[in-house]
């Protein structure tokens, strides 16, 4: 069971850059940010290879939960060094580590969360999980599988599509809240509210 002191660990994957900021991949990156907007946090650059954000979210009262925000630094099939770094500074137990991240398997704008599993090829995934074991949550935010004969790679590396920017504001904002959820309120609550 986890230490009630032990903050909670956010971390969105994605690869730093500008020329990845707007990709399906960097979905992750763009949760924490709200995040932190929502914390009236700024992002700070943290000896793990990562930028990082304290805060607290929830209600005032005993759901209230401290948190840090991650962004690794690192590109992203090499999550798990800044990931291990910051869970052993901060000291938080792996069942309080989140990784959000863009998942193939569920259409676009669908959230499923879940504790454990495997990595269903996902490199940011594979790397965390070879440095921390499987037994972490994830905040998995479906994009979709690519379009005709697209390399997966390709897909995931390119800017979402203007139709699906139509409804990225609002997948974002709901991948954010079901963060919030899952810290405050537990696994389950968030499962039955937003797995869609």
Known sequence: MSDDAAPWLIVGLGNPGAEYAGNRHNVGF??????????????????ARAQVVEGRVGPPGPANRRVVLAKPMSFMNLSGGPVTALRDFYKVPVDRIVAVHDELDI?????????????????????????????????????????????????????????????????VDRAADAVECLVTEGLERAQSAYNS
């Not at 763009?30 to 000896?47: P, S, Y």
Request: positive net charge; glycine residues 12%.
């Open 107 to 171: 259409d676009y704008a669908t959230l499923r969360l879940k504790l454990g599993g495997g990595d269903n090829g996902h490199n940011g995934l594979k790397s965390m999980t070879k440095s921390l074991g499987p037994d972490y949550h994830r905040v998995r935010c479906g994009i979709g599988r690519p379009p005709g004969r697209m390399q997966v790679a390709d897909f995931v590396l390119k800017d979402f599509s203007s139709a699906e920017r139509k409804e990225l504001d609002w997948f």
């Open 30 to 47: 763009m949760v924490v940010d709200l995040l932190a907007d929502r914390m009236r946090g700024k992002f700070k650059a943290h000896k």
